[in-house]
């Protein structure tokens, strides 16, 4: 399969799993939120925040795997990759392990001091807490092989698993109100179980697929191996301490200040971040081992267009997405849950904003990835994300409203995103011209075009409801296809899409005939 139809291919099956992820969503949220009520999903919600802190290490070394997997799969050199795979699953394993112990040793300081809950469901709270662990765990020992088969851009595959563990979340939570006990504990089992899909399968595919499973050997386990592999991950782990911190860090803040209905609130608020957050990736995660093997066989030139073509793509796709629902924002969470929880709306809005902002210079942290010079980068764009946390929380003992620590993470990202250019010229060399005429000029006539027409369209349509949102929706998605293939498509690129729509029409109409032939 050609380079440039893989990632086509792994881009959809990204949104395919986003499809099914959404409805899911979609249909779970609300069935959940009516059964526990609003203090009982903001205890889980909270519960696996204050968790989702122990983990970010894992994330550092995930990245720090698939980068070193996937160059060595673009020098050719399959051995390496098969030394980087089990140097990477040893390490999971032993920080499996340490998480585990470390988050049920401190399990009474976190219930009884760090976090705050009615005495009645601190039962309930402790086996919520047990179950999440055990989620957790699960999911770093299979990081290895779901690193191993992003580096092999089998995404296809991967994205299945995806969509069986999301059904397997979506019949719990059918099943929820019919389940005998505690409906907050069957409700953390389901989550468990929904891991337990996500842990088996990546591991079932690794072992029959791919040789770098079945070759692990203690021999490539070396001091040295080690230390490069968290060299590398040390300034990824900053990184990503700072996205756990500037998601989650909200969440503790609202509970000290609000309780634990703002919780619900952020929860959801958060959730409709991470479907939003899966449509960027969906591009980002395609484009991120085909930069990295570009740039170990020598093509910086197309590494570099590949970079801003993420940053320009990912922003595109996701503002097709969620800016209707920006501009609806009250009617689509009323759809969703019915009865909204008080500040959900302004949460969902400032979240999605902020993310909107990150996706316009995302990509480049898969191009200095790539280089391996990572500190500086990491660092600085690591450390303004921290920084928006502290500052919410001096805004809310002030007194200021709940959302001012979101608009303090909005700041961040901007400045964030601003380093992000100034420091990938400096290492990858790509102009801050070129992304300024590729990336932010295309992008900001999008904007700016389909929001004028939002605009009118709600000015002309007065009352809000189904009607006047699917028009939004389609007036936005026109006119901002329209905008971008006339500003941000190439000839070039225009005429490979237009061939590439051919040949897909042609070979559709071909198998209907065929069909029709037989029958």
């Not at 709270?125 to 092999?152: D, E, G, K």
């Not at 989550?191 to 040789?211: D, E, K």
Request: overall charge positive.
């Amino acid at each position: 399969m050609k380079a440039s139809t893989r990632i086509i291919a792994n881009t959809l099956s990204s949104y395919a799993r986003l499809c099914v992820l959404a409805l899911v969503g979609i249909l779970a949220t609300p069935i959940a939120l009516h059964v526990l009520g609003p203090s009982d999903y903001g205890i889980f919600s909270v519960v696996g925040g204050s968790l989702a802190f122990l983990i970010f290490i894992n994330g550092a070394l995930t990245t720090a795997a698939q980068r070193h997997i996937a160059y060595s799969l673009g020098k050719g050199e399959t051995t390496e990759a098969t030394k980087w795979f089990t140097v990477s699953f040893v390490v999971h394993a032993v920080l499996a392990a340490a998480i585990g112990a470390v988050a049920l040793g401190a399990s009474h300081w976190v219930l009884s001091s760090l976090l705050h809950f009615p005495a009645a469901r601190v039962v309930a709270v402790a086996w919520i807490y047990r179950l999440v662990v055990l989620a957790m765990v699960c999911n770093v020992i299979s990081t290895p092989f779901q690193a191993l088969m992003m580096a092999h851009e089998s995404i296809v595959v991967l994205s299945g698993i995806y969509i069986l563990s999301a059904i397997t979340t979506i019949g719990g939570v059918l099943l929820l109100k019919h389940l005998p006990g505690d409906s907050l504990i069957w409700y953390a089992s389901i989550y468990c179980m929904s891991q337990l899909v996500l842990f088996m399968g990546p591991i079932i595919y690794g072992a029959f697929r791919y040789q770098e499973c079945r070759n692990v050997s203690m021999k490539f386990v070396r001091r040295g191996n080690i230390g490069e592999l968290l060299s590398f991950s040390g300034w990824n782990l900053f990184a990503t301490l700072a996205s756990v911190v500037r998601l989650q860090g909200p969440a503790l803040l609202l509970n000290a200040f609000f309780g634990p209905a703002a919780n619900a609130a952020y929860g959801l608020a958060v959730q409709a971040n991470g479907f939003s957050l899966e449509i960027s990736w969906g591009v980002l995660r395609a484009t991120t081992s085909p930069i990295v093997k570009r740039h170990a066989a020598g093509d910086h030139r197309g590494m570099a267009t590949l970079t801003n073509m993420a940053n320009k793509y990912a922003f595109f796709i996701l503002w097709c997405v969620i800016a209707p629902v920006l501009f609806e924002t009250h009617f689509c969470l009323s759809l969703w849950l019915h009865k909204v929880p008080p500040h959900t709306e302004g949460f969902v809005t400032i979240l999605l904003a902020t993310l909107l902002v990150d996706q316009l210079t995302l990509g480049f942290g898969a191009a200095v990835q790539a280089t391996g010079k990572i500190a500086l980068f990491q660092s600085v764009v690591a450390g303004v994300n921290c920084l928006a946390v502290p500052i919410g929380y001096f805004l809310l003992r002030a007194g200021k409203p709940a959302d001012s620590v979101l608009w303090a993470s909005m700041a961040g990202a901007a400045l964030a995103g601003s380093l992000r250019l100034v420091i990938t010229k400096r290492i990858v060399g790509i102009p801050i011209s070129e992304w300024v005429r590729n990336v932010a000029l295309p992008l900001a006539g999008t904007v700016a075009c389909g929001t004028a027409a939002a605009l009118l369209i709600s000015t002309l349509m007065k009352e809000a409801g189904f009607a006047r949102f699917i028009v939004v929706l389609i007036v936005n998605a026109v006119v901002s296809c329209s905008v971008m293939w006339r500003l941000g498509v190439t000839k070039e690129h225009q005429a490979r899409l237009l061939a590439t729509a051919n040949n897909s029409f042609l070979r559709v109409r071909g198998l209907l005939v065929a069909t029709a032939g037989r029958a």
